[in-house]
Structures are given as C-alpha cells and as structure tokens.
C-alpha cells in the first residue's frame, strides 16, 4: 500500500493506492471520461453526472441510461459517444456531454457499435 497524488485542477489530492500481491489491480469506483481538451468531466455514477468546473458542481446527464459505457472524442471536446452493451443501441452527444441521443444500434448481434474517427476526417477516408 502506498500514497499517491492526484493533480485537480489546481488541488492535490492524495489517492490511496492498493496493491495486492499476485492479484490484478482492478479500478474501484466509477469510470471517468474527459473530454478530448479537459473541459468537461462525466462521472458514470447510477445517474451518470457532468462537470464544467472541476467538480465544484455537478449535473446530470441527460439521455443516457444507467450502465452505457461512455468514450470522448479524441479530438472533438463536444463528442462523446456511448454504447449500451446490454440493450444494443449507441449514443452521442455533439454538445460536450449535456445530453445523448440515440445514435444506431446492432440488435442482430446483440452488441452496440460504433465507428467513430477523428473529427475532422471525412467519413470517405475509412480503408
């Protein structure tokens, strides 16, 4: 067991790191994702929440249901895109992660999918 320090914003918080012996270190508590410039935080939570100050305020996420699986955008920091494994469709949200509508789904294969590439890429470029 040891003590590490997380930089937020401009606060240091110290983590509590664990590491069993022999076992794989698996992350406790909910996913973080971050938009592809740092401007926004969604904590998937049951109600999965969104931040624009560094966590000084919290909202909730509007169209996505408990259990999606959400990914920023690597370039865009207004697209996010989440797949719900369960029930099959993909969401996105083009508004920074305010809110998500429903983008496609793969109910034949029972799973979500997504094709996403860097925003400023034309579609026509996939190989």
């Known amino acids: 067991m040891g003590q590490r320090v997380l930089p937020v914003g401009d606060v240091v918080h110290p983590?509590?790191?664990v590491r069993p012996v022999g076992e794989v270190v698996r992350p406790v508590g909910p996913a973080v994702v971050t938009a592809a410039d740092g401007s926004a935080f969604i904590v998937m939570t049951p109600v999965p929440t969104i931040t624009r100050d560094q966590g000084k305020t919290w909202t909730p996420v509007r169209g996505l249901p408990s259990g999606t699986h959400v990914v920023a955008d690597r370039v865009d920091p207004l697209r996010f895109y989440?797949?719900?494994?369960?029930?099959?469709?993909?969401?996105?949200s083009v508004n920074g992660g305010s809110t998500f509508t429903v983008a496609g789904s793969n109910a034949d294969h029972g799973t979500a999918f997504a094709t996403t590439l860097p925003s400023e890429l034309p579609a026509d470029t996939m190989a």
């Open 15 to 17: 983590v509590e790191v």
């Open 82 to 92: 989440a797949l719900d494994f369960e029930h099959a469709p993909t969401f996105i």
